[in-house]
């Protein structure tokens, strides 16, 4: 399983972008799928995942409403879309896959494969 995670950047509040995670070596039908962030000083967080088993999505409660998460099963890809940010969204981004539904879909230890970050920053 790969995980390849791009399109973060600097954006200024309010604005918008979209994520995309490259994936390999799996079965999206059979996987969880989804992202975590990381913040500065700060623990990682689930933000939204993906059940490939039956198309469930969770959003955290601070993300819901303005991020969006999709997949592309035969391009094999995640994405992440964004729109309203806010300085506080400012982190780190994981994409991550398993192939083992857990309790929660945002519990940080379910997650077996990890992709590298990529950094999004939001200026006020």
């Known amino acids: 399983v790969q995980l390849q995670a791009f399109g973060g950047g600097s954006v200024q509040a309010w604005g918008s972008l979209r994520l995309s995670c490259v994936t390999s070596?799996?079965?999206?039908?059979?996987?969880?799928i989804g992202w975590f962030r990381q913040a500065p000083g700060k623990e990682r967080e689930g933000v939204s995942c993906m059940d490939g088993y039956d198309g469930r999505t969770v959003y955290a409660d601070s993300v819901k409403g303005r991020f969006t998460i999709s997949s592309d099963s035969a391009k094999k890809m995640v994405y992440l879309q964004m729109i309203n940010l806010k300085p506080e969204d400012t982190a780190v981004y994981y994409c991550?896959?398993?192939?083992?539904?857990?309790?929660?879909?945002?519990?940080?230890?379910?997650?077996?494969?990890w992709g590298q970050g990529t950094q999004v920053t939001v200026s006020s």
């Open positions: 991550v896959a398993t192939p083992i539904r857990p309790d929660e879909l945002l519990l940080q230890r379910a997650y077996n494969y």
């Open positions: 070596g799996f079965n999206f039908e059979q996987y969880i």
